[in-house]
């Protein structure tokens, strides 16, 4: 499977973005979805999780200012991005919640103050 995340950018503390992933075939169909971070120095961390029955989980540190979703069309994923912080900076992935395939090239959030 493909996975393209993209949307990163640079944002000042305070803003919002909006990533989106596609994965190529019905990767989202089947699969619980995740978007994962890693920050300058840190491993990577899990972030939001939506499943094939559009539940949604979120890390603490995001809880309240990020949300996961998915079209329609099971095509595209989204991670909406608000009240940005210092330490959300990192470079931004989606894969499968619980059984990662290889890792895509990611998108990078760099939030400044």
């Known amino acids: 499977v493909q996975l393209q995340a993209s949307g990163g950018g640079l944002v000042q503390a305070g803003g919002s973005l909006r990533l989106s992933c596609r994965a190529s075939?019905?990767?989202?169909?089947?699969?619980?979805m995740a978007w994962y971070r890693q920050a300058p120095g840190k491993q990577r961390e899990m972030v939001a999780v939506?499943?094939?029955?559009?539940?949604?989980q979120y890390a603490d540190s995001v809880k309240g200012r990020f949300t996961i979703s998915m079209d329609s069309t099971k095509i595209t994923m989204y991670l909406q991005m608000n009240s940005l912080k210092l330490e959300d900076t990192g470079v931004y992935y989606c894969?499968?919640?619980?059984?990662?395939?290889?890792w895509g090239q990611g998108t990078l959030v760099t939030v400044s103050s």
């Open positions: 894969n499968a919640a619980w059984r990662p395939e290889p």
């Open positions: 939506i499943s094939v029955a559009d539940r949604t």
């Open positions: 075939g019905r990767f989202f169909d089947i699969n619980d």
